[in-house]
């Protein structure tokens, strides 16, 4: 995913000299190519997150479209004030950009696992947050949220699902994107852990029970009517995401339900559900520990069918 992020960004920033990339000390092979071809549009900010911030926020008053880069939480939690108070409420055109959304830097422990930050994102006034699900749709969503007006959040992960568009299929932010057709439950997924939810899906088939998958990839401002649908055209209704079950893509869904009177037969949020992740590992293997791979998924969906039947 960050490959093709900062790919379709130098594509982009060639063409609007008002594009900026500010990196907090890393991700500089990555950045090779765009530091030579754009030098005057780069800015490290050094090992200087909540600073890296405010120096975009302070550009993009003065007419700049600003993406700040780090990994984790950093770009984040560690910078929640900046962007709350400067970026946010100013409605200023920063787009804080995190590769590692999260299991994907499992190794280095608690504080690289980003797992509250979708929660903690969507409560922000006047930000959009967007989680892309595959390659094309974090090409995309970059174009889209350069030219969306004000603050935005773009979660990048290690991994990554088939979100392959159908012929002529545009991205548009708020419009979520039916990857797979079924009849007996609906998995609304965001983020890389598509590729589980699709080992889920290929398993269950192989059982003969059909999986509608539809992808999530943007949290805020999320697709009701998609959610709302989705609760009716199958009977069952699933949310699955590398995050905490609370506040995340789970907690909005089961809002737009209950908010809208609307009670799926069955419902199940698949995630993060015992507090901090405190196993280190690779990203594959704390999605099996904690129960978010894709036989672990699969098996959870067979249960709560067989519940209802």
Aim: aromatic content about 6%.
């Amino acid at each position: 995913m960050r490959d093709q992020f900062i790919e379709r960004l130098e594509s982009l920033a060639r063409a609007d000299k008002r594009i900026a990339l500010i990196t907090g000390d890393l991700g500089f092979g990555v950045f090779d190519n765009y530091r030579k071809n754009l030098p005057e549009q780069f800015i490290n900010a050094g090992v200087a997150e909540q600073n890296m911030t405010m120096i975009a926020t302070g550009m993009a008053l003065e007419g700049h479209i600003v993406f700040t880069y780090s990994i984790g939480n950093f770009p984040t939690l560690r910078c929640l004030e900046m962007i709350r108070n400067d970026a946010a409420y100013h409605e200023a055109n920063v787009k804080v950009v995190c590769i590692g959304g999260g299991f994907s830097y499992g190794a280095l422990g608690i504080s690289h696992h980003a797992t509250e930050d979708l929660a903690i994102m969507r409560s922000l006034p006047n930000v959009t947050v967007v989680s892309p699900c595959g390659l094309w749709e974090v090409m995309e969503a970059t174009a889209a949220i350069t030219s969306t007006a004000g603050t935005c959040y773009l979660r990048l992960d290690k991994d990554f699902g088939d979100d392959t568009p159908k012929n002529g299929e545009a991205f548009h932010l708020g419009k979520a994107r039916v990857l797979r057709e079924g009849t007996d439950a609906t998995v609304l997924v965001t983020g890389g852990i598509l590729r589980e939810v699709q080992s889920a899906a290929a398993v269950l088939e192989s059982k003969g029970i059909s999986t509608r998958v539809v992808s999530m990839h943007t949290i805020k401002p999320l697709d009701t009517e998609a959610i709302l649908r989705s609760a009716t055209v199958t009977a069952a209704l699933v949310t699955v995401e590398e995050h905490t079950i609370h506040g995340g893509l789970g907690g909005a869904v089961a809002e737009t339900l209950l908010d809208a009177g609307v009670m799926p037969k069955r419902f199940l949020r698949v995630g993060l559900d015992v507090g901090f992740s405190s196993i280190v590992g690779s990203q594959p293997y704390l999605r099996m520990r904690y129960q978010m791979d894709g036989a672990n998924i699969a098996a959870r969906i067979e249960k709560l069918l067989r519940l209802g039947a």
